[in-house]
């Protein structure tokens, strides 16, 4: 015998409801990106766009945002240093470590995608009543506020490499943090 179901709850209904109507905004996205990133695969331009909002991001914090592995996401990068989209420059702090770069073809190619996008949106938005569009925009603010501080709050904090020999003295007179009693870390010791 079937088992029944109870009607869905009110944050499941919503979610399909605006899983439907979202088919749009990722149509007009999705034709921007084939008309304006041709030389570019879906990957690539989320590594691009990820690399944008994080200027000077390390391989391994990449490929994090990306969800892949650390050897897909070199491959990634050696693509787009290929197609002339990014730079690869040395850390600052550890010499080893890449940081990476948009160079200015990739700057102008978003800038283009931007561009038709907002074209396209406002020929839509054009359409609307203005009711309409205020609550579509006070939604989608609300709607990426959240997204954002939900995506901040899952994000495991990678510890920041130090090297031994860039500690100072009084640095290095502290006990380790297994050491520490309860309360503040302790005051470098001075001779």
Do not use: K
Not at 36 to 42: A, H, N, P, V
Request: glycine share 6%; with cysteine.
């Amino acid at each position: 015998m079937a088992e029944l179901h109870g009607p869905p709850d009110p944050e499941t209904s919503m979610a399909a409801a605006l899983d439907a109507a979202a088919g749009a905004l990722l149509t007009v996205w999705e034709a921007a990106r084939e008309r304006t990133t041709s030389r570019l695969s879906g990957a690539q331009l989320r590594a691009v766009m990820v690399i944008e909002q994080h200027d000077g991001i390390n391989l391994r914090r990449l490929a994090s945002r990306l969800d892949m592995l650390l050897s897909s996401a070199s491959r990634l990068c050696d693509r787009l240093v290929a197609a002339g989209m990014l730079e690869r420059e040395p850390g600052r702090l550890d010499r080893r470590e890449i940081s990476l770069h948009l160079t200015p073809e990739a700057r102008r190619l978003l800038a283009e995608l931007r561009e038709d996008r907002r074209e396209q949106l406002a020929r839509i938005l054009s359409g609307m009543s203005p009711e309409g569009r205020d609550a579509l925009l006070r939604g989608m603010r609300e709607f990426d506020e959240t997204a954002r501080r939900q995506e901040a709050e899952s994000a495991p904090v990678e510890p920041v490499p130090v090297r031994p020999d860039a500690l100072d003295d009084d640095a290095r007179a502290l006990p380790a943090p297994r050491d520490w009693p309860a309360g503040d870390p302790p005051v470098a010791r001075t001779a």
